[in-house]
C-alpha cells in the first residue's frame, strides 16, 4: 500500500461573495475499490478504526475511539453511489468521498467544505488523523494516536 500524500491542501472555494477555504486529501491504496468503500461504510470495519456506528435511513451517530471531537458525531448521508462516492453532513459540515480505481490503485479523494481560513489550522490535522487511522487499518498497521496531530497546524495556514 502506499500513500501519495500525507497532508491535505487548502485550496480557495470557489463561492460568490464569500471568502471560504476547503481541505483537499488524496491517498492511494493497493487495494480493490470494495475493499476500501467497504473500510469506510461498513460498520463492523469502522468499529476497528474510527468508533462505533449506530443508527440507519441516512442519519447515524458515531461514538469517535479517539481524537479530537469528545462525544458523539451526527452523520447524515447526503449522497451515496458506492462504491465511488459519498456525500456526508457531519454535525453541519459537508464532507465529500470519491474513490476510483485505476489499475491496482484505488485513490481516494476527501473533501472538507466551507472552512474560514482561520478555522483549517485547527480542522486539518483531524482528517489528517483520520485518514492516517483508515490507511493504518487497511495496511494492518498500529492506529496512531491523536497527540501526534495538534502539531500539523501550521501546515495548513
Not at 459540515?93 to 467544505?113: H, K, P, Y
Amino acid at each position: 500500500m502506499t500513500t501519495m500524500s500525507t497532508l491535505g491542501e487548502v485550496r480557495p472555494e470557489h463561492e460568490p461573495g464569500a471568502e471560504l477555504v476547503l481541505l483537499h486529501y488524496l491517498r492511494s491504496f493497493r487495494l480493490p475499490v470494495l475493499d476500501v468503500w467497504s473500510a469506510c461504510t461498513e460498520y463492523g470495519q469502522l468499529s476497528r478504526w474510527l468508533g462505533t456506528v449506530s443508527g440507519s435511513a441516512g442519519t447515524r451517530s458515531v461514538d469517535l475511539l479517539d481524537g479530537p471531537v469528545p462525544g458523539t458525531v451526527t452523520v447524515r448521508i447526503e449522497r451515496c453511489v458506492a462504491p465511488h462516492e459519498l456525500v456526508l453532513d457531519l454535525d453541519g459540515c459537508i464532507l465529500e468521498a470519491r474513490l476510483t480505481q485505476v489499475g491496482v490503485l484505488t485513490n481516494l479523494e476527501l473533501i472538507r467544505r466551507h472552512l474560514c481560513p482561520t478555522d483549517a489550522p485547527d480542522i486539518g490535522p483531524r482528517w489528517q488523523y483520520l485518514l492516517d487511522r483508515l490507511t493504518a487499518y487497511l495496511s494492518g498497521a498500529p492506529l496512531p494516536s491523536w497527540s501526534e496531530y495538534p502539531a500539523l497546524a501550521g501546515e495548513y495556514r
